[in-house]
């Protein structure tokens, strides 16, 4: 009887993850249009990002949108919203935790990172740490010379511990320099709305 109410308490737990995490989508899908040119711009910004929810993609549009620069999605089929993603996710985070080597596939694997001088990476937090396909995107490329900007939404904390290997990382590969930042959305069911979202990006990014 106990293992089956927790076991329901646990179901419903991630039932209603998922219901908001749809409804954030939706939400925030149209908000900011801003995409990837057939040909690349002639800029020295690009900006990355991993997103589930849309709340990190919003961010980077912002990003994008105020440093007119390229932006490019990085897409992982098994984290699609859903109870399935969400298992895929959370599992895969934890695993990048205890082996930092655990990496998801991302597309695209690769981008020509070349022209610019400078790179934003965005990514949702998970487990206190940017999710795992960012890590992916920065164990395949170099930033030579580049200026490197972390750019993270989370609902509770990030660790520190965290931010520093990333910095690390991302300097071992080549990078000049590397800032982060990052906007406090808080927890999911008391969560800063989308248009206080960009705000803040505005007025504590730029």
Same mark, same amino acid.
């Given at each position: ?5 927790? @076991? ?14 749809? #409804? ?17 711009? !002639?800029?020295?910004? $690009? ?9 990190? $993609? !919003? ?25 399935? @993603?969400?298992?895929?996710? %959370? +599992? ?7 082996? =930092? @080597? ?17 790179? +934003? !990476? ?18 395949? #490329? ?16 990030? &660790? ?12 071992? #590969? &080549? %990078?000049?320099?590397?800032? #982060? ?12 709305? =989308? ?12």
């Amino acid at each position: 009887m106990i293992f089956s109410m927790v @076991g329901l308490a646990v179901l419903g737990f991630f039932v209603g993850v998922t219901s908001i995490e749809s #409804h954030q989508a939706r939400q925030v899908s149209t908000m900011v249009p801003y995409a990837a040119p057939v040909e690349p711009k !002639l800029t020295s910004t $690009a900006v990355v990002y991993f997103s589930r929810s849309g709340n990190t $993609a !919003l961010a980077a549009r912002q990003v994008a949108k105020r440093l007119d620069a390229n932006i490019y999605a990085l897409e992982v089929p098994e984290y699609e919203l859903g109870l399935r @993603g969400l298992g895929h996710s %959370a +599992w895969d985070a934890k695993a990048r935790r205890n082996d =930092p @080597g655990n990496l998801p596939d991302i597309s695209p694997s690769t981008i020509d990172l070349r022209p610019f001088s400078t790179v +934003w !990476l965005g990514s949702p937090v998970w487990f206190y740490s940017p999710a795992p396909p960012i890590w992916a995107f920065v164990e395949h #490329h170099r930033f030579d010379g580049q200026h490197v900007v972390l750019f993270n939404t989370f609902n509770s904390n990030f &660790g520190d511990d965290q931010i520093a290997a990333f910095r690390a990382k991302v300097m071992e #590969h &080549g %990078a000049a320099s590397f800032e #982060h930042r990052s906007v406090l959305r808080g927890r999911m069911t008391q969560q800063l709305p =989308p248009e206080e979202m960009l705000q803040a990006i505005d007025d504590e990014w730029f």
